[in-house]
């Protein structure tokens, strides 16, 4: 079975930067997308950043020009390096990826971030 491990989460104070690794084990070759997804205490969770090929990646609006997502498609991994991170970015992170065709896609588990001085 496939399966992917975030990690790279934390604390870390107003202002400063985490890197959120994930990569996906088992028999697998590819993903058509790879995307992070974020949930905060008492909210739904929602779509930080999303990576397809030959497009160019979506930010949500409240993270766009400070997180920037990339991909390792030999190694079957995502990242998303985080700046300027804000309390409000305190959150859940998930890792998700899209397969091609009819084949299952496939959440993480989830790291924790959390923004606190």
């Known amino acids: 079975q496939v399966q992917l491990v975030e990690s790279g989460g934390g604390l870390v104070q107003p202002g400063g930067s985490l890197r959120l690794s994930c990569a996906a084990s088992?028999?697998?070759?590819?993903?058509?997308?790879m995307a992070w997804y974020r949930q905060a205490p008492g909210k739904q969770r929602e779509l930080v950043a999303r990576?397809?090929?030959?497009?160019?990646?979506y930010y949500a609006d409240s993270v766009k020009d400070r997180f920037t997502i990339s991909r390792d498609d030999a190694k079957n991994a995502v990242y998303l390096e985080m700046k300027s991170l804000k309390f409000e970015d305190t959150a859940v992170y998930y890792c998700?990826?899209?397969?091609?065709?009819?084949?299952?896609?496939?959440w993480g588990q989830g790291t924790q971030v959390t923004v606190s001085s």
């Open positions: 990576i397809r090929t030959l497009a160019t990646p």
């Open positions: 088992g028999s697998i070759s590819s993903f058509y997308a």
């Open positions: 998700y990826a899209e397969s091609y065709g009819s084949r299952p896609d496939y």
